[in-house]
T-cell receptor
Framework: DAMVIQNPRYQVTQFGKPVTLSCSQT?????MYWYQQKSSQAPKLLFHYYDKDFNNEADTPDNFQSRRPNTSFCFLDIRSPGLGDAAMYLC???????????FGSGTRLTVV | SQQGEEDPQALSIQEGENATMNCSYKTSINNLQWYRQNSGRGLVHLILIRSNEREKHSGRLRVTLDTSKKSSSLLITASRAADTASYFC???????????FGKGITLSVRP
């Protein structure tokens, strides 16, 4: 089955300590998305890749960076996590055929 | 900026009843999609309706789209306890396929 896999499911990091979240996909799609979802809020697009072309949303803080070394993998780096960055981070790619996106299970980030 | 606004924010119904959720949006769209999210999990795609379509069915799901009113509704018929989740509408606009999500509706189905 086509899948998007996020690791880890839960991540605890210290205030200001860099953290990396990972995502992989088996759909071999050229587009990948990272969303941030805070409690009881809408998922908010941080950035997306079209192949290796990186597209940052205008209001995504500089604290958030991303890398996509190949089609399958994408990483979200938070350089200096603050308490306000605690959230669920969701990775997605396009399913194709008019079936929207396939999302991973998400990584729940806690900042202490 | 948020595009979709779902209504109501929370809905509680008895198993077997129908659940209707509404979504309104502000700008022209290419398509509108509905997703389900179980607590603490990722989003699962339910159905996509294109801007030139008015109604679509998938199993117990029925989606309508009224582009003149910039609104959509999701109907879940014969609800089950397993339908308990949050439901989000998301709109796709422009040449790219980026989705903008609403805040979601929390549906509780009582056994």
């Amino acid at each position: 089955d086509a899948m998007v896999i996020q690791n880890p499911r839960y991540q605890v990091t210290q205030f200001g300590k860099p953290v990396t979240l990972s995502c992989s996909q088996t759909l071999n799609h050229n587009v990948m998305y990272w969303y941030q979802q805070k409690s009881s809020q809408a998922p908010k697009l941080l950035f997306h890749y079209y192949d290796k072309d990186f597209n940052n949303e205008a209001d995504t803080p500089d604290n958030f960076q991303s890398r996509r070394p190949n089609t399958s993998f994408c990483f979200l780096d938070i350089r200096s996590p603050g308490l306000g960055d605690a959230a669920m981070y969701l990775c997605a790619t396009e399913t194709g055929g008019g079936y929207g996106y396939t999302f991973g299970s998400g990584t729940r980030l806690t900042v202490v | 900026s948020q595009q979709g606004e779902e209504d109501p924010q929370a809905l509680s119904i008895q198993e077997g009843e129908n659940a209707t959720m509404n979504c309104s949006y502000k700008t022209s769209i290419n398509n509108l999609q509905w997703y389900r999210q179980n607590s603490g999990r990722g989003l699962v795609h339910l159905i996509l309706i294109r801007s030139n379509e008015r109604e679509k069915h998938s199993g117990r799901l029925r989606v309508t789209l009224d582009t003149s009113k910039k609104s959509s509704s999701l109907l879940i018929t014969a609800s089950r306890a397993a339908d308990t989740a949050s439901y989000f509408c998301a709109t796709g606009t422009g040449a790219n396929s980026k989705l903008t999500f609403g805040k979601g509706i929390t549906l509780s189905v009582r056994p």
